[in-house]
């Protein structure tokens, strides 16, 4: 008893130890840790409870000097991490981003030189080194482990460590949802804020949920359906898209630059409809705003950083703005410069109803900025052709990427937004050409990655960013700030369109009476449990969206010809692209991409080719195949 009591102590002085470093690895300033510290002594010792716990393998072990070391690296380890990316994108580092890490592999060699890469490859290698060297050589008790005894007070601990926690969340020493993750992070403690993102996910059952609850927001809060009078000829097209990292410099009570880099957006807020859209996240964060305004869901009830494209939507359907205006004759396309299976948008774009998806992989003529985001020019082409690819109204939603970091600089970041100011201008310019009716809607999908206060903006928050809508159906010209999970709703309302659940829930919401903001959200959250994770009442007890056959990009792929020549293999066809790759009976070849309609593989020898099946498949750089083109069987000779 007297070892365990010696232990404690320590593993207690390695949690404070730990607790400082994560803390000052996030703040990045010892005043600003002070003030933490001093102000919330009861959070920073609930935290240093949470730490404690994970020590408490020493108890069962006879490693205890390694167990300690181990837990005290993987602690560490979490700070840095944490530490690096509020430094990139000024949002913590949750549990959802252990979903996304084969994202941020793929992305490191635009945010790190290859220099910082080998050495950071290199440290975590060495310090995996380090720990089977200590593993090996550090001291092993001889005292025998009392495993019972051991596992009594890891559970004691467990148990204490959840009542505190429990304790503190019903007594508001801490909050169980963020509205703002970043001040959570701040205001409560990066391990209890991880450990949250780490176990509450989805959306909790709401209390009184039930079928009687569901049928009187049907029947109250949802206006009727089908009350706007649109014949087939006067559905307008609707375009959405979401313009990456796009945020208007004047808004920066610092903004170095001594121009306007979007003067096109800045002329079309003046003469259309628009105002500020609050967004679920900033610096980081695209797929979280996509969602909300998708699928017209608050993010704020899910758990703190999760990722619903990451959770929720890899198996289950939902009902969006896609599956709603299909409801009415509408064909439903996402467009996407980017590759196809970030946020594994490949398999989430068919829960929402999408019919088409063209991302970078469909995409020729792509023009890259200087830090290898594909610019946003090439988009006009692609709205246009998913315009072009039906005869009745279309709704397409579209997501750019030129504006990403990372950011050399500020006046970098302007040249970048200038562009896609310049792609607005040509987008609109096109669209006016054409004897249809349409509307279109941009807005930035959080504001970039600078380290800046709310206190330096003239809108008082980090949270905002701008939209407008331009329209050839003369659509009032009203000034409306809207959530993200707001927007949709209120771009079909002034369309006259009420189709869809959450869309119709909103837009009563829009047009009153109601019975105020707190009633909104409990019963917006009843809605998108029930939709989500409950049984459908809204929907009278099962879900009318099925996952749609999501067609990767609008043209066929296709082979016309194949000749086989000097150990060449051509393959002659229509809209192949450089990630096109010729594969024989499934396998991949290494492919030369020569233009559209030929693409080769070299020193490939006749047996391979001769009675077997070629086809072209769509294959982006994690070697995941997106599509393929029908077979062509090539026979030997007579």
């Not at 549990?95 to 635009?110: E, I």
């Not at 994770?533 to 990767?552: C, H, I």
Request: one cysteine or more.
């Amino acid at each position: 008893m007297d070892s365990y009591i010696k232990w404690l102590g320590r593993i207690f002085l390695l949690s404070f130890l730990m607790n400082i470093f994560i803390e000052l690895a996030s703040r990045k300033s010892l005043i600003s840790l002070g003030l933490y510290i001093w102000g919330s002594p009861l959070v920073f010792l609930l935290n240093m409870m949470i730490i404690l716990l994970t020590f408490t393998v020493v108890f069962v072990t006879r490693r205890r000097i390694f167990s300690c070391i181990a837990v005290s690296s993987m602690w560490i380890f979490m700070g840095i991490v944490n530490g690096i990316l509020l430094i990139f994108r000024t949002t913590p580092f949750t549990a959802a981003d252990l979903r996304l890490v084969k994202y941020a592999v793929s992305m490191a060699t635009l945010y790190f030189t290859w220099m910082q890469i080998i050495s950071l490859g290199a440290a975590i290698a060495g310090c995996g080194v380090l720990l089977v060297i200590l593993w090996r050589r550090a001291p092993v008790t001889r005292e025998k482990v009392r495993y019972r005894a051991g596992a009594g007070l890891i559970a004691v601990s467990a148990v204490l460590v959840l009542g505190i926690t429990d304790g503190a969340m019903k007594t508001g020493l801490v909050a169980v949802h963020f509205g703002n993750i970043g001040d959570a992070f701040r205001t409560y403690g990066f391990p209890y804020c991880f450990s949250n993102s780490l176990f509450n996910t989805g959306i909790s059952k709401p209390e009184g949920y039930g079928s009687e609850t569901m049928e009187v927001i049907r029947e109250e809060e949802l206006i009727p359906e089908n009350t706007y009078a649109l014949s087939e000829d006067t559905k307008p097209n609707v375009i959405m898209i979401q313009l990456e990292s796009f945020f208007d410099p004047s808004l920066w009570e610092n903004n170095p630059v001594d121009y306007d880099p979007i003067p096109f957006f800045h002329l079309l807020q003046k003469n259309y409809p628009g105002g500020y859209i609050s967004v679920p996240s900033v610096g980081a964060g695209t797929a979280n705003t996509e969602f909300e305004s998708i699928t017209g869901m608050n993010l704020d009830f899910f758990g703190p950083g999760e990722y619903p494209y990451k959770t929720v939507l890899k198996k289950t359907s939902c009902e969006s703005v896609a599956f709603d205006l299909k409801n009415i004759g509408y064909k439903a396309h996402a467009i996407h410069n980017n590759e196809a299976t970030f946020y594994d948008r490949n398999t989430v774009f068919s829960q929402l109803g999408f019919d088409t998806f063209t991302p970078i992989e469909y995409m020729n003529h792509v023009e890259r900025n200087p830090t290898g985001w594909s610019k946003d020019k090439i988009l006009t082409g692609e709205i246009i052709k998913a315009l072009d690819s039906t005869s009745g109204p279309d709704f397409i939603y579209t997501i750019s990427v030129q504006g990403h970091g990372k950011y050399p600089d500020f006046e970098y970041y302007c040249q970048q937004i200038g562009e896609m100011d310049q792609f607005i201008r040509s987008l609109v310019n096109t669209l006016r050409t054409r004897e249809e009716p349409i509307v279109l809607v941009m807005y930035g999908d959080h504001l970039p990655g600078f380290e800046w206060s709310q206190d330096e903006m003239k809108n008082n928050s980090l949270f905002q960013t701008e939209y407008v809508v331009w329209n050839n159906i003369n659509l009032p010209l009203e000034k409306k700030d809207v959530e993200a999970y707001q927007i949709a709703a209120h771009v079909l309302d002034m369309a006259g369109i009420h189709e869809g659940t959450m869309m119709r829930f909103h837009q009563k919401y829009f047009h009153g009476p109601n019975e105020g903001k707190d009633k909104y959200l409990e019963d917006m959250k009843s809605l998108e449990y029930d939709i989500l994770y409950g049984g459908r009442q809204v929907y009278g007890g099962e879900s009318p969206y099925e996952a749609t056959d999501l067609k990767m990009g609008i043209d066929h792929i296709t082979i016309d010809q194949v000749v086989y020549n000097d150990s060449n293999l051509l393959v002659y066809g229509e809209n192949f692209t450089p990630y096109s790759k010729i594969c024989l009976d499934g396998k991949a070849l290494e492919t030369i991409f020569v233009w559209p309609e030929l693409i080769i593989a070299k020193e490939v020898p006749e047996k391979k080719v001769l009675d077997r099946s070629i086809s072209v498949w769509q294959i982006g750089r994690d070697k995941i195949p997106l599509g393929e083109s029908e077979g062509y069987f090539m026979k030997k000779p007579g």
